[in-house]
């Protein structure tokens, strides 16, 4: 992918509640229910006092690591059979991107572990529509810091005024608007928001012609 992009306007767009609509994934009940139940207080330790699932999104695990610690015995097979029948993909944001990929600079911004993003990408032929993508696994940082939208400005080489963000959580878009970055709420979670809501992809369509 490129690092400089065209002069377009850049859409800056969340994987987990947008594209996928799982806003939070599904993988600590996916791995609480493949684990016998005498298994769940050591996973409950793993989640939540070890941190394991944040520091494979903080790139300080890779998958195969994170996998293994946590009792897989084949993490290469776990991921994909996770990410390709636990997960759902928002079959309209095709019907989206054909529409909008050529209007904007796509660019992925997601809090992920950086093997299942890129895998996701493969999987649903993302390449096709995004210029970039911006992973915390792959640099160390997450949103809602401050500095993951800095970092983006200036990776991107691009205007924070001439940006859009459309994210499924509102802290990650006060964040992003702090940086001078134009924000939409994509309404998974029914969160209030006093900015710019789209409920699904046409909704997102509209507002854009609206936006900036």
Not at 34 to 61: S, V
Not at 149 to 158: P, S
């Amino acid at each position: 992918m490129e690092k400089r992009l065209e002069k377009k306007r850049t859409l800056l767009l969340d994987m987990y509640g947008v594209i996928i609509k799982e806003s939070k994934g599904y993988f600590i009940p996916y791995t609480f229910e493949h684990f016998d139940k005498k298994e769940h207080d050591r996973l409950t330790r793993a989640f939540r006092e070890e941190c394991l699932f944040t520091k494979a999104g903080n790139g300080e695990l890779s998958s195969d690591e994170f996998l293994s610690l946590l009792g897989y015995p084949d993490p290469a097979e776990s991921m994909r059979d996770y990410l390709t029948n636990f997960l759902t993909f928002d079959q309209e944001f095709l019907w989206f991107a054909k529409r909008n990929c050529q209007k904007y600079n796509f660019v992925l911004l997601s809090n992920d572990v950086k093997e299942w993003s890129k895998y996701l990408f493969e999987l649903y032929g993302l390449q096709k529509y995004f210029k970039e993508a911006i992973i915390s696994g792959e640099i160390r940082m997450r949103k809602p810091e401050n500095r993951i939208f800095a970092y983006t400005i200036e990776h991107l080489q691009c205007v924070p005024q001439e940006c859009i963000f459309v994210d499924n959580s509102v802290r990650n878009l006060n964040a992003a608007q702090e940086a001078g970055i134009n924000t939409i709420l994509f309404n998974r979670d029914n969160e209030v928001y006093s900015g710019d809501i789209a409920n699904n992809f046409h909704e997102l369509d509209s507002l854009l012609k609206n936006v900036i």
